[in-house]
C-alpha cells in the first residue's frame, strides 16, 4: 500500500456508541493531522501530532479522543457524539509539521454519520 | 484570527481558462498552497508558492503576492475532468489554515 490510508470509509454510528477511525500512512513522514471537512466549510484542523507527541490541540470537544502509537499510524476515538459531528474526517501526513514547504498528504477520509 | 476567502462557486467552459482567487490575513506565512478535491475524494496537492511571482506546471499556474495577501490558481485548457473543488491553504507558523473551496464547473 502507498500513500495515507484510512478506515473505515464510511461509519453509521448512534450518540451513545463508541467507535474508533484509523489512519496509517506508509510515506516514513513525522507529523499526522486529523481534519474535519462539513459541507460548504473550511477544513477544521482538530488535531496534529509530530514523533508522536501531540503538538496542537484546536479545541476540539473531550468526545473526539485521538492517539497516535507510532509516526505511522494515527487514530480517532469516538464517543457520545452529536449529530453536528456528522462530517468527512480527513487524515493528512507531512514529514515534518514545523517547516514551510512541506506539504500535506490527505486520506481518502472517513464518511461519518451521527443518528 | 485567520481568514482565507475564495469564491463559493465557478462555471467555465471546457477549453477555457479560469482563475480562481484567495485572499488570506494569517498570523504567519510559511507559504501558499492550492489543492484539488473530486467529490468524495481526498484532497491532492496542486501547487505550493512562498515567493511572490507565478508559479506554473503545465496546465496550472499559481501566483502569490505576500504584500497583498493574494493569490490566484490559473487553470488554462479546461478538460472535463478538472470540475472539482480547489482549496486555498496558507501554512501559518505549524499549521495550515483552508479556505471553504471553490467548486469548479466545467461544461461541454
Known amino acids: 500500500e502507498t500513500g495515507v490510508t484510512q478506515t473505515p470509509r464510511h461509519l453509521v454510528m448512534g450518540m451513545t456508541n463508541k467507535k474508533s477511525l484509523k489512519c496509517e500512512q506508509h510515506?516514513?513522514?513525522?507529523?499526522m493531522y486529523w481534519y474535519k471537512q462539513s459541507a460548504k466549510k473550511p477544513l477544521e484542523l482538530m488535531f496534529v501530532y509530530n514523533f508522536k507527541e501531540q503538538t496542537e490541540n484546536n479545541s476540539v470537544p473531550s468526545r473526539f479522543s485521538p492517539e497516535c502509537p507510532n509516526s505511522s499510524h494515527l487514530f480517532l476515538h469516538l464517543h457520545t457524539l452529536q449529530p453536528e459531528d456528522s462530517a468527512l474526517y480527513l487524515c493528512?501526513?507531512?514529514?515534518?509539521?514545523?517547516?514551510?514547504?512541506?506539504?500535506?498528504?490527505f486520506g481518502p477520509g472517513t464518511r461519518l454519520t451521527v443518528l | 484570527g485567520q481568514n482565507i476567502d475564495q469564491p463559493t462557486e465557478m462555471t467555465a467552459t471546457e477549453g477555457a481558462i479560469v482563475q480562481i482567487n484567495c485572499t488570506y490575513q494569517?498570523?504567519?506565512?510559511?507559504?501558499l498552497f492550492w489543492y484539488q478535491q473530486h467529490a468524495g475524494e481526498a484532497p491532492t496537492f496542486l501547487s505550493y508558492n512562498v515567493l511572490d511571482g507565478l508559479e506554473e506546471k503545465g496546465r496550472f499556474s499559481s501566483f502569490l503576492s505576500r504584500s497583498k495577501g493574494y493569490s490566484y490558481l490559473l487553470l488554462k485548457e479546461l478538460q472535463m475532468k478538472d470540475s472539482a473543488s480547489y482549496l486555498c491553504?496558507?501554512?501559518?507558523?505549524?499549521?495550515?489554515?483552508f479556505g471553504s473551496g471553490t467548486k469548479l464547473n466545467v461544461k461541454p
Open positions: 510515506l516514513g513522514h513525522n507529523a
Open positions: 494569517t498570523s504567519g506565512f510559511n507559504g
Open positions: 491553504a496558507v501554512k501559518g507558523f505549524n499549521k495550515f489554515y
Open positions: 493528512a501526513s507531512s514529514p515534518r509539521s514545523s517547516v514551510g514547504t512541506d506539504t500535506q498528504y
